[in-house]
């Protein structure tokens, strides 16, 4: 288990308000998930999750409880970048945490296809 950050329980109230927990982690299964299905982008990109968790540009609704669609950009690099952060409740085992589940560099077409296609729950001011 690595922790990652904190995410801001006020931006992650639209996906529940009953988020027990502001820490994230993500544990080694999910690098190896991350690994395998997305080559080099944990090596390259892991360092963004801090940022990626605590300033999201958007948050989608996907079809798990508890589950946030994190979208980021940053700016300085052209980079734009998918991950899946699952919220711990009180229903949740309470030594659970906020867990990364998987994590991908996606391109600016994917980007525009999520916000037209999907429903948009939080968008940075």
Do not use: W
Not at 40 to 67: G, L, V
Not at 72 to 85: Q, R, V, Y
Not at 89 to 105: E, G, W
């Amino acid at each position: 288990m690595h922790i990652i950050g904190k995410i801001d329980p006020l931006i992650y109230n639209c996906i529940t308000d009953e988020i027990t927990s502001t820490d994230v982690i993500i544990t080694e299964n999910q690098i190896q998930h991350i690994k395998e299905r997305h080559p080099n982008d944990y090596e390259r990109y892991a360092a963004f999750f801090n940022e990626i968790i605590e300033k999201p540009d958007y948050i989608i609704e996907t079809q798990k409880p508890n589950t946030a669609l994190i979208l980021k950009e940053l700016s300085t690099d052209k980079l734009i970048f998918k991950t899946i952060l699952r919220l711990v409740t009180p229903k949740d085992n309470p030594n659970y945490k906020n867990s990364i589940i998987t994590f991908m560099k996606i391109d600016e077409k994917e980007l525009n296809r999520l916000i037209k296609n999907k429903k948009v729950l939080y968008k940075k001011d």
